[in-house]
């Protein structure tokens, strides 16, 4: 055969002369298209067009092209990468292969290059002297759907047609195994009885051409031909008088007697070779049936559970005898469950069922093997829907059948006498395997139940919260048993039952499930153990009136044991699963053991609790009298700072009345002296000094005055916004010439307020300029006014903030003490804040004040509503 270079270059030489985009040389193996070669035509691009080959209408096109040996094109299926313009096909004679084309065009003479260069191609992949049959006698042999595959290829490539397909009988029916435009019928099984055309083949053992419109035409299998004509021929292959198969090819064009004569003689050279490749194929699954019992004895004898155990049988079983239709049912040893094993989409699944009223119970009790050969004779209806035959085998222990073993096939006469001989004895060790290891799994799970005693002591002893110790013991049930949901309910402070810990693989789904309902039903297993304190075992809770579902969840196995210290009952461990007979005695003793252990943690963390809670309420004994000492000393330090202000009024009042006359006749004759000085006068400066200084003092002394009289109260609602807005009409000017910035929000919703509008007017007043005083270099002030909650009662609030430097911790206690300033030499008086403090104490209100040192004070007045 030509090499891989030389076909390349072949094709590259063709492009170049045709001015091709693409090339490629496609052959049909076993029903697809595979690329042999290609020019131009990268390797996604290459998948790209397999896929499109691979598709129902351009796989019957190119078979069309190969029947007919004639050239095809057809336009390229857009939005790919294979290129734009049309598809040219040119069928290589005497083969399944073609050369593929892509061009925008390609005029008779660029076709007359390809169809050389197929000719060509024809010649060398065809050596001179070989029949036009495959030699299948060569390495061939040992792939039956290849060899067959090339069977029907020698047929398609003689006589030109639309399809065809080829046949092996397997007892009263035929398998197709090859096909060439039919993928339908591939693996298709047809009875020969059913179906009078094959019957006629079937006695005649001679070929047969139907055309249309012929009795029987319409009951052609897999054929699809165009309503104005058709022609099908059935040709018989046949060894001595017994048909071993059959090749059918249909066209719309009668098939003519020369092309008859030409498939017949094919026909008639082709049943020997075919006969030894199907023989061939079946001595091999033989062997590998033989081999089945060593693979058995390697690989399923080492398994660690009967799951394994099932996995590796079914892994063998489906390999010996090509089917998936494998069943396996193992009897509890209580013989009221069944454990089904199945393969079910390539994946094992177990479940468990009641032996009673279930299919296979007659195969259990009757306890021999049956053979099936073909059910559409024999009336039988197997595991699987669409099983054709059937093998039973009975797993016997010590003469008791402990379950049962079913292959299945979708053909008829899958099984031999020899098959049920091997099985016998593989399920003769399988039984005794599966005895030993349900002894093992047994002896395994009294081991876990001593490590999970010793697993809980180890993690819960010493642990005071009883939420912990049940979430962390409930987690630990849950993983040593695998079991699904594993819960434990203490008594809480009320006497109630409550979920403390709950684990398992359906935990979660549990909790949906339970949702606002009640975990413990008085009427129900749990409130059972609850009032009696009794253990409760239950392997099928539809045969126990004590059993209550709830919404979303229904538990099949149940065990449910008390947590006791003595006679009283502390809590509940609940274990359920959706699977019958689930628990065994073993699992309930374990439960029993560790709710013991439970019952000492539970009792230990309870009086725990218990002395916490005196603690913590001792805590909370103290921490309110820290706080009543505290409110103490706060009031003491208000009636402090108001004997203070008292004491300091006094003392202002008195020396008030002795300074102001002298300080009037100072101011009177300064004025007098200075109206008849002479304006050049030397002295002129001095007493104007003098003036200024007196007049400052009797500023003084009136700040005084109305610090120790805070003058006549007239108090009357008022809304506070109003007085906020007066103040800020007064001082927006001197706002803005000391470029500090104002922003006024004001609750429009507040409520009036009893207050007396003028002292509230200096209140703000002395905040605002305390604050302007902190931010020499401007800033930003804000005015605010809300309602706020204190005490339980309503407030109203007057908020005023600065970006000022901000007072120091030191001088905030200090701040509304008369005659205390930070202003230095800039002039204050240490006046005003504490008159402030006097004007909103006498309102019944309070100022605090929150300041940052370079960030700025907030001073908030409240006043009671």
């Not at 009988?169 to 339908?184: C, F, S, V, Y």
């Not at 359906?506 to 409130?527: M, N, R, Y």
């Not at 709710?595 to 004994?621: D, F, H, P, W």
Request: charged letters at 20%.
């Amino acid at each position: 055969m030509q090499t891989d270079t030389l076909i390349d270059s072949q094709l590259k030489e063709a492009v170049q002369l045709t001015g091709a985009l693409w090339a490629v040389l496609a052959e049909r193996v076993g029903g697809v298209w595979l690329v042999r070669a290609s020019h131009h035509l990268n390797k996604s691009a290459q998948n790209e067009l397999t896929g499109i080959m691979a598709g129902s209408s351009t796989d019957a096109w190119l078979c069309g092209a190969l029947s007919g040996g004639h050239t095809r094109s057809a336009e390229i299926p857009e939005n790919n990468s294979v290129g734009q313009g049309r598809f040219f096909a040119f069928p290589i004679s005497n083969s399944s292969k073609l050369i593929l084309v892509g061009a925008l065009d390609q005029p008779a003479a660029a076709q007359r290059i390809w169809r050389l260069t197929a000719s060509l191609l024809a010649g060398q992949f065809t050596p001179k002297g070989q029949a036009l049959l495959p030699d299948l006698q060569s390495g061939l042999a040992f792939d039956l759907p290849l060899a067959l595959e090339k069977v029907l290829s020698s047929f398609v490539q003689a006589v030109a047609c639309q399809g065809a397909w080829l046949a092996i009988r397997r007892g009263d029916a035929l398998d197709i195994q090859a096909e060439w435009n039919a993928p339908k019928s591939r693996g298709a099984s047809l009875l020969i009885d059913d179906n009078p055309i094959f019957r006629r083949v079937n006695r005649s053992l001679s070929d047969l051409l139907l055309t249309r419109g012929q009795p029987n035409f319409d009951q052609l299998p897999f054929t699809a031909m165009k309503p104005s004509g058709g022609a099908w021929i059935c040709l018989p292959l046949v060894i001595g008088q017994r048909l071993i198969g059959i090749v059918a090819m249909w066209r719309q064009k009668d098939f003519t007697m020369a092309e008859r004569g030409q498939l017949r003689e094919l026909a008639a050279s082709v049943p020997q070779t075919v006969d030894i490749v199907v023989t061939f194929s079946e001595m091999s699954s033989h062997l590998r049936r033989l081999g089945l019992l060593n693979d058995f004895v390697l690989t399923v004898s080492s398994a660690q559970n009967l799951d394994q155990i099932a996995r590796r049988m079914f892994g063998l079983l489906s390999r010996a005898f090509n089917t998936e239709l494998i069943a396996l049912f193992l009897r509890s040893s209580d013989g009221r469950i069944l454990r089904d094993y199945r393969l079910l989409e390539g994946k094992l699944n177990v479940i468990s069922v009641s032996v009673a009223d279930h299919p296979i119970q007659p195969l259990l009790k009757e306890g021999r093997v049956r053979r099936i050969s073909d059910s559409s004779r024999e009336g039988f209806v197997g595991i699987h829907k669409t099983a054709r035959s059937e093998l039973v085998v009975p797993l016997r222990y010590r003469g008791q059948a402990t379950g049962v073993l079913v292959i299945e096939n979708s053909h008829a006469e899958t099984f031999s006498q020899y098959d049920e001989h091997l099985m016998v004895v593989i399920a003769s060790h399988l039984a005794g395997l599966i005895e030993y290891t349900r002894l093992r799994e047994e002896a395994e799970g009294r081991a876990r139940s001593l490590g999970l005693i010793h697993e809980v002591v180890q993690q819960v002893i010493g642990l005071n919260d009883k939420k912990e110790v049940a979430s962390i013991t409930a987690e630990l049930v849950a993983q040593y048993f695998k079991y699904e949901l594993a819960a434990i309910l203490l008594m809480d402070g009320r006497s109630e039952y409550s979920i403390q810990g709950i684990g398992g693989t359906q935990a979660q789904i549990f909790k949906e499930a339970l949702g606002d309902q009640e975990f413990l039903q008085l009427s129900g297993v749990t409130g059972h153990v609850s009032r009696k304190g009794e253990s409760v075992l239950l392997n099928d809770t539809t045969q126990s009136k004590l059993y209550k579902s709830s919404k979303g969840w229904l538990a099949r196995s149940e065990i449910c044991v008390a947590v006791k210290d003595g006679e009283q009952i502390l809590g509940i461990i609940d274990v359920e699963s959706r699977e019958l007979n689930a628990f065994s005695h073993n699992d309930l003793i374990a439960m029993e053991a560790l709710a013991g252990i439970l019952a000492s943690v539970v009792t230990s963390a309870n009086q725990y609790q218990k002395l916490q809670e005196t603690v913590r309420q001792l805590r909370m004994t103290e921490t309110e009298l820290k706080e009543r000492m505290e409110a103490q000393r706060a009031a003491e330090n208000r009636l402090l700072q108001a004997a203070k202000l008292a004491a300091v009024g006094e003392m202002a009042a008195g020396v008030a009345h002795e300074l102001n006359n002298p300080l009037t006749t100072v101011t009177g004759f300064s004025e007098l002296v200075l109206e008849d000085l002479p304006e050049d006068s030397a002295h002129r400066q001095e007493l104007l000094m003098v003036l200024q200084e007196a007049r400052r003092a009797s500023s003084v002394v009136r700040r005084l005055l109305d610090f120790s009289r805070q003058g006549e109260r007239i108090r009357a609602n008022a809304d506070l916004n109003e007085v906020v807005n007066d103040v800020i009409a007064l001082t927006r000017h001197l706002l803005q010439t000391n470029n500090v910035a104002l922003i006024l929000d004001l609750d429009e919703s507040l409520p009036w307020v009893s207050i007396d509008s003028n002292q509230m007017k200096q209140v703000l007043l002395n905040l605002i300029h305390n604050g302007l005083q902190a931010m020499p270099k401007g800033g930003e002030m804000q005015v605010r006014t809300f309602l706020g909650k204190r005490e339980n009662r309503d407030w109203i609030v007057l908020s005023v903030r600065d970006t000022g430097t901000g007072i120091t911790p030191e001088d905030q206690s200090k701040i509304f003490e008369p005659f205390f300033t930070t202003k230095g030499n800039r002039g204050g008086t240490g006046l005003g804040l504490s008159v402030t403090y006097g004007i909103v104490a006498d309102h019944g209100g309070t100022i605090e004040v929150l300041s940052q040192t370079g960030r700025g004070s907030v001073f908030e007045v409240w006043l009671p509503l």
